[in-house]
Every structure is written in C-alpha cells, then in structure tokens.
C-alpha cells in the first residue's frame, strides 16, 4: 500500500504520457479520419440514425483526448483500438444518453485550480455515494462523461495559449470518512471495472484515498487482485498533511486543509450551465445503462442492434463475434477478424468432437501409469522377500 505520494513516479508517469501524446498524434488523427470516413457512416446507415444521433456520435469522436486514450490502451494497436472505439461508439447510442441530466456524483474544482501536473482534482465522498447501487452506477456514467468534456474544453482553452500541455487525464482525491465496511460493495468496483474502464480508458492520472484506517484492509487486497498493476501504482493513502505538501493549500478546500472555500461552495464545472449545455449538444435524452450493468430493466431502453453470439448456430460468420440489426433482421455485420478468433473457434470445435475420446485415454493412461508402478513396487517387495539375505535386486 502506498501512503505517501511519490511525486517522482507521478511525474515520470506524466511525462511519460505527453510525450506518447505527442509521438502518436498523426496516428490518432489517422485514426479519427476512419472513424469519421468509415466507422460511423456505416453506424448511420446501419442503425438508420437521427441527425442529433449522428452529430453526438461526431462529437465524440473529434475529441482528439478520448481517441489517443483508446490507442494507448490497446497498446497503440489500431484494429483494438478501432474495435474497441467501434463498440463503444454503439454502446453510448444504445446506453448513454443525454438531456435532463441529474447532478453529477463528482465534485470537480474549476481552472486554474489543479495539481502541481496541471491535472484538474475531482472530489468524491463515498459515504454519500453508496446510499444507493443504482445511483451510482447512473451517476458515474453522468459524471464521467461530464469530466470528459470538461477536460475537452481545457484542452480547447490550452489550444488557445500554445505554451500549455495538453490534459489528458485528472486527480481524484476519494474520501472515505463515514464510510462503513459493511456498506462496501465489490460487485460495484467490478462493475466498474468490466463496464465502465473498458469505455472511459486512461482518465485517472493518481487517485488519492483519504481518512483510511485498517478496517479497509481486507477490502484494499481484494480490490488491489482486481486491479492491474499499472492502476495499483497510481493508488495512495496519503494523510492530509501529505496531501497538502503534494497540492499546496491554494488548490484543496477549507475542508481538506486548503486555504480555498468548503468544497460545498465552490463552483463545480461539472454541474454548471455550460457543461450541461455541452453534454445535451445534439439533445438526447438520458436513459439508463443496460440490465447487464446491474440496473433495472423496465428503465433499460430498446438497443439498436444484439450482439450473436461467435459460435452460435445463427451466426453466418461462425467463430467471429457478429452485430445483427433489430430493425433490419436480414443485415448482419461481422465483427473482428482476428487470428486468436480462429484459433480458438478451431480449439472448441477440435475439443466437441474429440474431447471425451481425449479424457477417456488421458483417464486410461494415468490409471495404468498408476496400475504399473503399483505392481512394480509389489513385485520388488515379493522378490525381496523370497530372496535369501544379501542377495541384491537385479
């Protein structure tokens, strides 16, 4: 567990992440380019899309950040990246939809206020948070997609002044004060884990926990199995002291030890007119996530398309996931093409006609493996007993 803040690794990390901004934004341009020319004109003539629908999905798609982030977390491999951004792209028309907007779970200070990186703090108190699974979940994805475009328009005011450094990521500073260990619940962290990591990847520069005690711990290393390494790294337990000498009282609340105003009465641009006005831009309106994501189905809105199943009898391209429209049944789409797909279509079918034929003799050979080495030990201990005393076993 890390509990103090070293600055050192989150600085390396930080430039780390610049620089490979830089190196790769002619491949993210690149990519923004097939998104626009490709991707989405067939997501606008598949799914027969409104022209709100469309400009949404446009908007999302120029922003240079989000897209950089995808690539970096496929490891700079263009067809999962495209992949990935492909399925996420239909996930937020079928899931993520904005108008009436509830007020964001994330308390986000406005700029210039920021860490000693340039990075924007969001505050989350997550006492306050898990009175209720379903809010959370709903509101995380508000919240998420708000800091998104909030991080957008700092890199839009960046633009402006061309000695700054693009902002591709954020600070959160979760405090647990109040926080019961029974009102834990890990099947919200794999939620967010499996649902909402995969489609707002590489947000998260450092997340500062406050106001832990060893009551957490077991659920820490639980939590800590579930995490990649590359996210344990970005976790401290700082106190607030070391909080303070990483961010300096001018940037944290009266609250927190700053010299700011209580965190209650500072402007949150995540839940100001212009954030809301940016995030109903093509003016949808919000519906909730899918019963997959652990929310109830009657608020679950109609999708657009039903994923077959890669090995199903229904799937025209057996072995590769494929995307059927709902409201054109006869038009299906193949999804990735990959070698591992084969592979391991060509495995499954290999084991359902020869796998029990395989157990039956891996189950004959172990047991006459075991039947032999029996009967040799029995032998050489009837032999031993029937020859007379100093002879020797040949």
Not at 155 to 180: A, K, P
Not at 202 to 221: C, I, K, P
Not at 289 to 310: D, K, W
Request: aromatic content about 10%; proline content about 6%.
């Amino acid at each position: 567990m890390n509990n103090r803040i070293a600055r050192s690794v989150l600085e390396g990390n930080h430039k780390l992440l610049v620089d490979q901004y830089k190196a790769n934004l002619a491949d993210v341009c690149a990519l923004q380019s097939t998104l626009n020319d490709e991707i989405l004109s067939h997501v606008v003539q598949e799914f027969a899309l409104s022209d709100a629908d469309h400009t949404w999905a446009k908007e999302w798609i120029s922003d240079t950040a989000t897209i950089f982030r995808f690539l970096r977390h496929h490891g700079f491999v263009r067809s999962f990246a495209l992949e990935a951004i492909h399925t996420t792209l239909i996930w937020r028309l079928n899931v993520l939809r904005l108008f009436t907007l509830p007020s964001a779970l994330l308390h986000c200070l406005p700029p210039p206020i920021c860490d000693p990186l340039g990075r924007p703090l969001v505050f989350l108190q997550l006492s306050e948070l898990l009175t209720c699974e379903q809010t959370m979940m709903d509101g995380l994805l508000i919240s998420l997609d708000r800091l998104r475009i909030h991080l957008r328009s700092l890199n839009t005011l960046n633009n402006e002044f061309s000695n700054r450094e693009i902002t591709l990521q954020c600070v959160f500073v979760i405090d647990l004060e109040g926080l019961s260990i029974q009102s834990v619940n890990l099947k919200i962290l794999t939620w967010f884990m499996k649902e909402v990591v995969p489609r707002y990847p590489g947000m998260l520069g450092a997340v500062f926990f406050l106001n832990y005690s060893w009551t957490y711990a077991m659920t820490w290393s639980i939590a800590k199995s579930l995490l990649p390494k590359s996210a344990v790294g970005r976790i401290f337990f700082p106190s607030r002291e070391e909080l303070l000498q990483y961010c300096s009282a001018s940037a944290l609340p009266s609250n927190y030890g700053g010299a700011l105003s209580p965190l209650h009465l500072i402007e949150d641009p995540l839940n100001s007119d212009d954030q809301k006005n940016s995030a109903s831009i093509a003016s949808r309106e919000w519906c909730m996530p899918a019963p997959s994501t652990g929310l109830p189905e009657t608020l679950h809105r109609q999708p657009l398309s039903v994923s077959i199943p890669p090995r199903s009898s229904l799937n025209p391209f057996f072995g590769y996931p494929t995307v059927a429209s709902l409201s054109r049944p006869h038009i299906v789409q193949p999804g990735r093409r990959r070698k591992r797909d084969l592979l391991l279509t060509l495995s499954v079918l290999w084991w359902r006609r020869w796998g029990t034929r395989f157990i039956i003799l891996l189950y004959f050979l172990i047991t006459f493996s075991l039947t032999r080495k029996r009967v040799r030990r029995v032998a050489r201990w009837m032999l031993g007993v029937a020859l007379p005393s100093g002879s020797i076993l040949p």
